[in-house]
């Protein structure tokens, strides 16, 4: 099940400057996508979502960009700190039917930021 | 903040016994979720629940797994007889209502010897 995935096992970025992370998904029937954040031994943790509907969603630090013709979404991290060191996962779900909720996600990129 | 917790953190258990994860969900959800990851895999959908019975199952969620919500604030997720390949971490989620945004328990790590 390759429905959604992330390219890059990992990504190293200096602290101060922006990280993108990338996430390709292949079925266009996915209403929302969201980005989780996980540490060693803890549960993911929401970032930030955005709607099909939508193409940019802004919180804080976090932005998330939406290409549906391309079917590629990005989440930036602006400006990148050490806390900011986990695995991010990008997944996508149906807002509607049996599957309401149901998330697909990548495989993850793990950030690493160095001070 | 109110939060998902799941108990054990660690389970150890012998090949064919059974096993019990917990999870007690966010008081106001609705929607559950079990999902498990493999050492080096991704996060994978077991199965969803909503108004006390199954929503959606995987393919992995197989007649050795179950779920159950026996009061109302517990959500459960039993494997009858374990296999080797059931080693993996087990995330609880749950949902409210017409939100987007499932909160996840911190996982029960299972290992089957």
């Known amino acids: 099940d390759q429905q959604v995935k992330q390219n890059s096992p990992s990504l190293s970025v200096q602290e101060g400057r922006i990280s993108i992370l990338n996430c390709d998904y292949t079925?266009?029937?996915?209403?929302?996508f969201l980005w989780y954040k996980k540490y060693p031994a803890e549960g993911p943790t929401f970032l930030i979502s955005i709607s099909s509907i939508k193409d940019k969603n802004e919180d804080g630090r976090f932005t998330v960009f939406l290409n549906k013709s391309a079917k590629h979404l990005s989440l930036h991290i602006v400006p990148s700190q050490p806390g900011d060191s986990a695995v991010y996962f990008c997944?996508?779900?149906?807002?509607?039917?049996?599957?309401?909720?149901?998330?697909?996600f990548g495989q993850g990129t793990i950030l690493t930021v160095h001070p | 903040e109110p939060e998902v917790t799941q108990t054990p953190s660690h389970q150890v258990t012998q090949m064919g016994q059974e096993v019990i994860l917990r999870c007690v969900p966010i008081?106001?959800?609705?929607?559950f979720y079990w999902y498990r990851q493999i050492l080096g895999q991704k996060v994978e959908f077991l199965v969803s629940f909503y108004n006390n019975e199954i929503s959606e199952k995987s393919e992995i969620f197989d007649d050795q797994f179950s779920v159950e919500r026996p009061d109302g604030s517990n959500f459960t997720l039993k494997i009858r007889s374990t296999k080797l390949e059931d080693s993996a971490m087990y995330f609880c989620?749950?949902?409210?209502?017409?939100?987007?945004?499932?909160?996840f328990g911190q996982g029960t790590r299972l290992t089957v010897v």
């Open positions: 989620a749950s949902y409210a209502y017409m939100n987007t945004e499932a909160f």
């Open positions: 079925n266009s029937m996915f209403d929302y």
């Open positions: 997944a996508a779900a149906n807002a509607g039917g049996t599957s309401y909720g149901k998330l697909t």
């Open positions: 008081s106001n959800h609705l929607y």
